[in-house]
Every structure is written in structure tokens, then in C-alpha cells.
């Protein structure tokens, strides 16, 4: 069984920073993209930011230059440095992976999403 757990999530003073990290564990082969989505109450899960397995990166506009994703490949595991955060950053935060298991099929996974709230 494959799971991701995020961790790092908390509440945070307007303008601090937070660091998230996702871990990968279970039958895993290799894993392609991993990515970061975020949901705010009342709204849809919007992608904040990907990383392809060769450490390219897009991010969303609302995001650009506060918010940094990078990837431990031999420990499975995306993170995401949050900084300069503002009040509508406030969200559960999930990170999602395909993922290449053992069977050789690929998979897409989700975490079960951390929360970040951020106070004026």
C-alpha cells in the first residue's frame, strides 16, 4: 500500500514563513510528478505548485516568489517552503504524486492534507 503524509502545517503570524513536507512510503518504484494543491473553505482545490522528477518547477501567480517547492528523491519526499504568507494563503494544503509502483503501473495519490491558517 502506497500512503503520502504531509506534516508542517500550523498557524502562522501574517509575513512568517512555514516549511511543508510530503513523504512517500510502500511499494513505490519511482515517482514523476509531485505536486501541491491547497482548499480553502468555500472554494475549490487550486494547484499551487509542481516538480517534475528532474527538479523542474511551475508555480501558480498567487504564489510566485514567496512560496519555493523542491523534492528529496531518495527520500521520496516534496516540500514546500511558505514564505512572506498572507491571510488568503490560509487553506488545508494536500500534496498528490504520480507515482510508479512496483507492478510498473502508474498511479496518482493524495495526501490527507495539513493545515495552514495565517493571522493578522
Known amino acids: 500500500q502506497v500512503q503520502l503524509v504531509e506534516s508542517g502545517g500550523g498557524l502562522v503570524q501574517a509575513g512568517g514563513s512555514l516549511r511543508l513536507s510530503c513523504a512517500a512510503s510502500?511499494?513505490?518504484?519511482?515517482?514523476?510528478?509531485m505536486r501541491w494543491y491547497r482548499q480553502a473553505p468555500g472554494k475549490e482545490r487550486d494547484l499551487v505548485a509542481t516538480?517534475?522528477?528532474?527538479?523542474?518547477?511551475n508555480y501558480a501567480d498567487s504564489v510566485k516568489g514567496r512560496f519555493t517547492i523542491s523534492r528529496d528523491n531518495a527520500k521520496n519526499t516534496v516540500y514546500l517552503q511558505m514564505t512572506n504568507l498572507q491571510i488568503e494563503d490560509t487553506a488545508v494544503y494536500y500534496c498528490?504524486?504520480?507515482?510508479?509502483?512496483?507492478?510498473?503501473?502508474?498511479?496518482?495519490?493524495w495526501g490527507q492534507g495539513t493545515q495552514v491558517t495565517v493571522s493578522s
Open positions: 498528490n504524486a504520480d507515482l510508479m509502483k512496483q507492478d510498473r503501473y502508474t498511479y496518482r495519490y
Open positions: 516538480i517534475s522528477s528532474a527538479g523542474d518547477t
Open positions: 510502500g511499494s513505490i518504484f519511482s515517482i514523476n510528478i
